[in-house]
């Protein structure tokens, strides 16, 4: 599966980005996917996951209650509603997929990633 994340921007804080992330292929709903971001200088960080029947989500804990991952299997997209932006939460973000189910949180156990797209909350 090919990925490619988009919608990243300049945001102030406090406000809302939807980022989106295009899989190719016949079998997307063969794979969990995920959400990651990595600031300057940081390790790449988990944001939140989908499994692939879409049911079972899961979200890093500074992220609950703002972030929403959701996916359209019509157009093989996976989304990432973000709300309430903090400047730290500057970096870029990209879209993984996991062969394997759990909707898990290791970087290390996703096979396929996108290009990221870079995400700016300016205080």
């Known amino acids: 599966v090919q990925l490619q994340a988009y919608g990243g921007g300049l945001v102030q804080a406090g406000g809302s980005l939807r980022l989106s992330c295009a899989a190719s292929?016949?079998?997307?709903?063969?794979?969990?996917m995920g959400w990651f971001r990595q600031a300057p200088g940081k390790e790449r960080e988990f944001v939140a996951a989908?499994?692939?029947?879409?049911?079972?989500?899961n979200y890093a804990d500074s992220v609950k209650g703002r972030f929403t991952i959701s996916r359209d299997y019509a157009k093989n997209m996976v989304y990432l509603q973000m709300n309430s932006l903090k400047p730290e939460e500057t970096a870029v973000y990209y879209c993984?997929?996991?062969?394997?189910?759990?909707?898990?949180?290791?970087?290390?156990?996703?096979?396929?990633w996108g290009q990221g797209t870079l995400v700016t909350v300016s205080s």
């Open positions: 989908i499994s692939r029947s879409g049911i079972t989500t």
């Open positions: 292929g016949r079998t997307f709903n063969s794979y969990d």
């Open positions: 993984a997929a996991d062969q394997h189910v759990g909707v898990r949180t290791s970087a290390k156990e996703y096979e396929y």
